[in-house]
């Protein structure tokens, strides 16, 4: 029976790949691979060990896949490019045939989000190179941190950031995870690499979104790269914050503004944002 494992099962975007891929295929198809396996348990699938650093561990556990799904891991970017290089190692020797990338969008030069995107696309070069057949999906940016945010958002009355006026194709995990369910299966996608994100929207668009579905007045002002940088790191440290102002600076550049793939992908549309945040009331 052919079988495709999902790493990173006991995360938000791996779990909703796992649970998305065992609603098509069948849970006896599918294997969540975790580096904590008691946190992917309630998948309802076989759950085995699967730490990006153990090498070994990973080899075993690919034994009798067909195909794998690598999401990028969440490590500082120097660190990333070995991770992912033991997963792929691992996946040669035990016979998987086929590899599907989660990757990211974003920009490669200029901004503190660039070494993480510079080690993404090495990543993508690797999977390339590695002679099994591969698909690569470039994730956008995740919409629901924004919704999680909202009470933090209220307290303030602003949402604060260097984006200026830039469109950002922001998506779900939800829709991402339709996204690599056909990666996986669809032979037609094979060999190409994918924009996976919605209608790009300014932070004004996103805040007259908020304000509609949670009846809040929300604006929203812009600031340097530099202020918000000097923002996130004082509160999140230098590697998130960093991220996250690079994030921000790279929509401003019109980093995150780029063709969508999706519907080539799952054919249909992304959901649009009016259906997506009416489905939050
Ligand atoms: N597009 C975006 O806006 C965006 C935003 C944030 C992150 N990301 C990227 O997307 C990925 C998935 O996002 P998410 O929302 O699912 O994140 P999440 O819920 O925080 O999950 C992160 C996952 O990474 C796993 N992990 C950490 N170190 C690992 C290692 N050494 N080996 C194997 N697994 C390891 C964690 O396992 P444990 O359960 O053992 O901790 C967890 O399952 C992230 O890892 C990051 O690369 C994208």
């Known amino acids: 029976m052919m079988k495709i494992a999902i790493t990173q099962a006991s995360g938000q975007l791996g779990g909703s790949i796992a649970a998305h891929l065992i609603k098509k295929i069948g849970k006896d198809k599918v294997i969540g691979l975790a580096r904590t396996p008691q946190k992917a348990a309630h998948l309802g699938c076989e759950i085995r060990p699967g730490d990006y650093e153990d090498a070994k561990q990973m080899e075993s556990s690919l034994q009798g896949v067909d195909t794998l799904l690598l999401i990028s891991g969440n490590t500082q970017p120097d660190l990333r490019i070995p991770q992912h290089r033991n997963v792929l190692t691992a996946a040669k020797r035990s016979g998987v045939k086929k590899i599907v990338y989660a990757s990211i969008e974003g920009p490669l030069e200029g ?18 190179a590695s002679g099994l057949k591969w698909a690569i999906g470039r994730n956008g940016i995740y919409i629901e941190p924004d919704v999680e945010y909202i009470e933090s958002y209220k307290s303030s009355g602003i949402v604060r950031n260097c984006a200026g006026e830039g469109l950002c194709g922001y998506t779900t995990r939800d829709e991402l995870a339709e996204a690599y369910v056909h990666l996986l299966i669809d032979d037609s996608l094979e060999g190409d690499v994918y924009n996976l994100h919605g209608m790009a929207i300014s932070q004004v668009q996103l805040v007259d979104y908020l304000n509609e579905t949670f009846g809040t007045h929300l604006t929203y002002e812009s600031i340097s790269v ?17 991220i996250v102002a690079g994030i921000y600076d790279g929509i401003s550049r019109g980093e995150f503004n ?8 799952v054919g249909r549309p992304h959901i649009a944002w ?8």
């Open 226 to 242: 530099a202020e918000y940088a000097k923002d996130r790191t004082n509160e999140l440290g230098d590697l998130l914050g960093g």
């Open 111 to 128: 901004t503190l989000f660039s070494p993480i995107v510079q080690s993404n696309r090495t990543t993508e070069a690797d999977v390339k």
């Open 274 to 281: 009016n259906d997506y945040f009416k489905s939050l009331n």
């Open 258 to 265: 780029r063709q969508s793939d999706y519907e080539k992908v």
